[in-house]
């Protein structure tokens, strides 16, 4: 990582842990947290209310997105979410909510004070199937081919090494798993100079690609099914955007998990006594007549 790369990730940690230290400190007063000062097209209204309402006051207050991925995510029941800069812990705990008691939601932040309060939120909120993991997401701690879908509300345009994000984002996912990503992205005719121009850098304005970037970043990673729809502009050319991409079905996880080496006919150790059905849910006798290749006996 280049000394400049190292300024601007120290510069973003120092604005999120302000944030989080606002939130944090504005509990402790008379009448809760006040909400971090964004204007209209960041933060918590972007969220239908019966959401926030729902929610820890601290969770609403800390949000900083300028979108709201699990509205896009289409989470289902048992699935496996990564939040990628997850910080108070409010799309985790609505990913939470979403996938239930057999699904799991991992949020994941480089800013400890952001992992503080996300921890104070899901104790308040209840929240037994979410895990915090510090980290960034340009080296994310989980093991490959275990998330189902990745989430990320306005972080991505953070990173100094966007290639890396995207790579790390593939490689966590399972083979058919999706992003449901909200971002700032700009427009194409926009130079990094004129994007700079709009705003700084941990405001999600100068870090931020265009359209084409966005796409070719996500499809040198390998993903297909590329989507990205601008919702509402941010700033003049920029605008945040909902992603959306996944990771291709293999042919090695399409393919039927083969029978053990000595089953045939649905059996195993067949026409032998001490033969078994590979499905429990059938009699040997069952199973024999279900493959229907003829060995009966």
Do not use: W
Request: aromatic share 4%; charged share 20%; with cysteine.
């Amino acid at each position: 990582m280049t000394e400049q790369s190292t300024d601007l990730r120290e510069t973003v940690r120092r604005r999120y842990a302000a944030a989080a230290v606002k939130v944090t400190e504005g509990n402790a007063a008379c009448c809760g947290p006040e909400p971090v000062e964004v204007d209209d097209n960041f933060g918590s209204t972007l969220y239908a209310a019966d959401d926030r309402d729902a929610l820890p006051a601290e969770a609403v207050a800390a949000s900083l997105g300028c979108g709201n991925p699990i509205a896009i995510a289409e989470l289902r029941e048992g699935e496996r979410v990564l939040d990628l800069g997850s910080g108070g812990g409010i799309d985790v705990l609505l990913s939470a909510r979403r996938v239930g008691p057999t699904g799991k939601a991992y949020g994941l932040d480089m800013t400890e004070e952001m992992l503080a309060l996300a921890l104070a939120n899901a104790a308040k909120a209840g929240a037994t199937n979410v895990e915090f993991l510090k980290g960034t997401i340009e080296a994310v701690p989980l093991p490959a081919n275990t998330i189902d879908v990745v989430i990320s509300n306005c972080v991505i345009n953070l990173s100094t090494d966007k290639p890396a994000v995207f790579a790390e984002t593939f490689r966590v996912l399972k083979s058919g798993g999706r992003i449901g990503v909200s971002d700032v992205v700009a427009d194409d005719t926009l130079t990094p100079d004129q994007r700079a121009e709009r705003g700084d850098y941990v405001g999600c304005i100068a870090g931020a690609l265009s359209f084409a970037e966005y796409r070719a970043g996500l499809e040198a990673a390998g993903f297909t099914d590329i989507a990205i729809t601008p919702t509402h502009p941010v700033a003049d050319g920029m605008h945040s955007a909902i992603v959306r991409a996944t990771k291709p079905v293999t042919a090695e996880s399409a393919r039927p998990a083969a029978e053990p080496t000595d089953a045939c006919c649905g059996v195993g150790a067949c026409c032998t006594p001490a033969e078994t059905s590979v499905d429990p849910a059938l009699t040997v006798t069952e199973a024999k007549t279900a493959s229907g290749c003829g060995c009966q006996d």
